[in-house]
C-alpha cells in the first residue's frame, strides 16, 4: 500500500512538472519594434517615439529589454494547442503580467503592450 501511494505521488508530480516546458525549438531570443504611440495625460498628449524591444525566452525565465531598460521574470503557459501557445509574464517590478502568443510554426511572439502601447510583433533571432 505504501509503495502505491509512493508512485501515485511521483506520477502526480512528474505530470505537473511537465506542464510548463515548450519545445527547444522554441526557446531563443526574439527581436522587434514597438511603433509610436501617443499617450493622453489628462490636459497634455505625449508622444512617445518607437523603440526596440528583446524578449529572451528560457526555460527558467524571461529577460526583456525595452529600449535601455533591462527587466527578468518568470513565464507562464496559459493556453496551448498545436500552432499557438499564449503565455503569461510577469517581470520583476511590473505590476501587471503580460500576454505573449507564441505561434509555433512561424517562430514570431505577439506581445501585447500594458496600454496604451500597441500590439508588437517580435520575429526569432537565434
Known amino acids: 500500500m505504501k509503495n502505491w501511494l509512493v508512485m501515485c505521488f511521483l506520477l502526480i508530480g512528474c505530470s505537473t512538472s511537465f506542464g510548463q516546458h515548450l519545445k527547444k525549438k522554441l526557446y531563443g531570443v526574439y527581436t522587434g519594434t514597438i511603433p509610436g504611440y501617443t499617450l493622453d495625460i489628462g490636459s497634455d498628449v505625449i508622444e512617445v517615439s518607437s523603440t526596440s524591444i528583446t524578449i529572451d525566452l528560457s526555460e527558467e525565465r524571461v529577460t526583456q529589454q525595452l529600449g535601455n531598460t533591462l527587466q527578468q521574470g518568470t513565464w507562464e503557459i496559459v493556453s496551448s494547442d498545436k500552432q499557438v501557445v499564449v503565455l503569461s509574464v510577469r517581470l520583476e517590478g511590473q505590476l501587471t ?21 500597441p500590439t508588437t510583433e517580435l520575429t526569432k533571432t537565434h
Not at 97 to 117: A, C, M, V, W
Open 97 to 117: 503580467e503580460e500576454l505573449l502568443t507564441l505561434y509555433k510554426k512561424t517562430k514570431t511572439i505577439s506581445r501585447e503592450g500594458i496600454f496604451p502601447q
